[in-house]
């Protein structure tokens, strides 16, 4: 910018999303020429990896830079370095970051390794009977707004072994409301397509109530998560998230330490499993808010997000 000084557009915009522009002798006299040609380029690049300004104008009016700090627009995957970076430099939040990459984050070394080792020791020590069956086959497990067919079979676990980890999963997003668990996938073990769009009420007894979300509240879901926490996993054994979300599925093998993030809702659905596989250990859960859904038209004008009905999973 500080090379083409006749780009007065760009100027402007960089002012306004706070960038630091760098001193003149930094930069590449070699810039100098052709600045029209640049706001051209840099505009189209704008508008083709960034969101519509419909969806800036929802995220609060938050810059550019404060919500992409360091990393490129595009990347498949953050290392955990870069992740926490944005994160912490981001005054949309995780809602906003998801927003601005299209709906979903993949994430590696989301947590400290030695975290992350703790909890899988943690996991694989559980006795039998503390993973509780979740099999839609034998009850009504059905969601209440549009995920109301989802089946599934896999094992959970709701005790209170793994808060630790579930508090550093909250510092992900701390003035949501977290719901968290553990699960265990076996031979077999699956989860069929659906969007993850459900509400619920915050119960007397939840350890997650607080003054901000007290008991009695309305809670929509917000952002999934998923948290990975099995080693050596080989794509044939399948249990991949695929994501639904375009045409064609995206496969996520799970893989240790990594995290998954997505808004809800958003088709997806994890692979049954194969013979022959050891265990798929994930810590999951969503965050939640008192603010309800889109409308099916708000919907069309959001291409971050999808629903069962729109993929045609329902």
């Known amino acids: 910018l500080t090379a083409c000084p006749t780009s007065t557009r760009l100027q402007q915009l960089a002012k306004e999303a706070g960038l630091s522009i760098p001193a003149a002798e930094n930069v590449s006299a070699g810039y100098a020429a052709g600045s029209n040609g640049l706001e051209e ?23 550019t830079t404060a919500v992409l700090g360091t990393a490129r627009i595009g990347d498949p995957e953050l290392t955990g370095a870069e992740f926490w970076e944005l994160l912490r430099s981001s005054k949309a939040g995780l809602a906003g970051l998801l927003q ?10 989301i947590l400290p390794k030695e975290v992350a080792e703790e909890t899988l020791k943690k996991l694989e020590s559980l006795e039998r009977s503390e993973w509780l069956e979740s099999n839609s086959a034998l009850y009504d497990d059905k969601g209440s707004y549009g995920d ?31 719901s968290f668990q553990a699960a265990k996938y076996e031979k077999s073990g699956n ?23 007290p008991a009695g509240t309305l809670m929509f879901r917000k952002i999934a998560v998923i948290f990975y926490l ?70 069309e004008k959001m291409p971050w997000l999808s629903t069962s009905e729109s993929r045609g999973h329902l």
């Open 100 to 109: 601005l990459r299209g709906g979903l984050i993949r994430v590696s070394d």
């Open 148 to 178: 109301t067919t989802a089946k599934h079979w896999f094992f959970r676990y709701d005790g209170d072994k793994l808060d630790g980890t579930f508090r550093e999963l909250h510092a992900l997003a701390p003035d949501l409301f977290p």
């Open 230 to 299: 099995t080693k050596d996993w080989r794509q044939e054994y399948g249990g991949s998230l695929m994501d639904l979300h375009d045409q064609e599925p995206k496969f996520l093998v799970p893989r240790f330490n990594s995290l998954v993030a997505f808004l809800v809702p958003r088709v997806h659905q994890v692979e049954e499993l194969a013979d022959g596989c050891p265990p798929r250990f994930t810590l999951f859960g969503w965050f939640s808010e008192d603010k309800g859904y889109p409308s099916l038209q708000e919907l």
């Open 41 to 63: 380029v840099f505009t189209a690049a704008m508008r083709t990896s960034l969101t519509p300004a419909s969806a800036a104008s929802s995220l609060g009016g938050a810059s």
């Open 191 to 213: 989860l069929s397509a659906h969007d993850d769009s459900n509400y619920f009420q915050i119960t007397s007894t939840d350890k997650n109530r607080s003054p901000r979300y």
